[in-house]
T-cell receptor, first 117, second 109 residues
Framework: EAQVTQNPRYLITVTGKKLTVTCSQN?????MSWYRQDPGLGLRQIYY???????DKGDVPEGYKVSRKEKRNFPLILESPSPNQTSLYFC??????FGAGLTYEQYFGPGTRLTVT | QQPVQSPQAVILREGEDAVINCSSS?????VHWYRQKHGEAPVFLMI?????EQKGHEKISASFNEKKQQSSLYLTASQLSYSGTYFC??????????FGKGTHLIIQP
């Protein structure tokens, strides 16, 4: 089954304690992204990756790091979490397909609800 | 820059129609529509790639006006299962999507 998995699904932590949220996809997609979702603000992109070892900042990258050492994995790292990073986080993967027509679909993971106290 | 969605929220009775609009200040080459149920991940509905293109998915269809940099999502004869938050997204290349803030749709029996 094609899917994007994230772990953990829920996390409560304290300010300053480093954490990593893992993301893995089994579709061999080249493109992966991290988003955060906050009430009234929609989904905002944190970082994205075009391929292994190729990452770039999205709209709200401050306080986050990512890495893409393998095609299937794209972990999100918070070196020193702060309360304003309390949010719902989604990992997504996507691929452009050139077949009968150009198609593009982004698959989202189930989300990670992070609370920083 | 985030596309702008309107309205922010809609409350309908089952069987009524709804229109959700998405506009951008930047040139649009594609518009993507997603639906998110409460507590779940967004799910892809459709992508529109050409100006004036219309696509359909069950009783949900969409149009894309490249010149006006706008897209509209049409929900016909709404069902309870249509409830959720609808997002439009622009972009769609290697750098992912930029989403609007969403439109909350509540369908009442």
């Amino acid at each position: 089954e094609a899917q994007v998995t994230q772990n953990p699904r829920y996390l409560i932590t304290v300010t300053g304690k480093k954490l990593t949220v893992t993301c893995s996809q089994n579709m061999n997609h080249e493109y992966m992204s991290w988003y955060r979702q906050d009430p009234g603000l929609g989904l905002r992109q944190i970082y994205y990756s075009m391929n292994v070892e190729v990452t770039d900042k999205g709209d709200v990258p401050e306080g986050y790091k990512v890495s893409r050492k393998e095609k299937r994995n794209f972990p999100l790292i918070l070196e020193s979490p702060s309360p304003n990073q309390t949010s719902l986080y989604f990992c997504a993967s996507s691929q452009l397909h050139f077949g009968a027509g150009l198609t593009y679909e982004q698959y989202f993971g189930p989300g990670t609800r992070l609370t920083v106290t | 820059q985030q596309p702008v969605q309107s309205p922010q929220a809609v409350i309908l009775r089952e069987g009524e129609d709804a229109v959700i609009n998405c506009s951008s200040s930047k040139a649009l080459y594609s518009v993507h529509w997603y639906r998110q149920k409460h507590g779940e991940a967004p799910v892809f509905l459709m992508i529109l790639l050409k100006g004036g293109e219309q696509k359909g998915h069950e009783k949900i269809s969409a149009s894309f006006n490249e010149k006006k940099q706008q897209s509209s999502l049409y929900l016909t004869a709404s069902q309870l299962s249509y409830s959720g938050t609808y997002f439009c997204g622009t972009g769609g290349g290697a750098d992912g999507l930029t989403f609007g803030k969403g439109t909350h749709l509540i369908i009442q029996p």
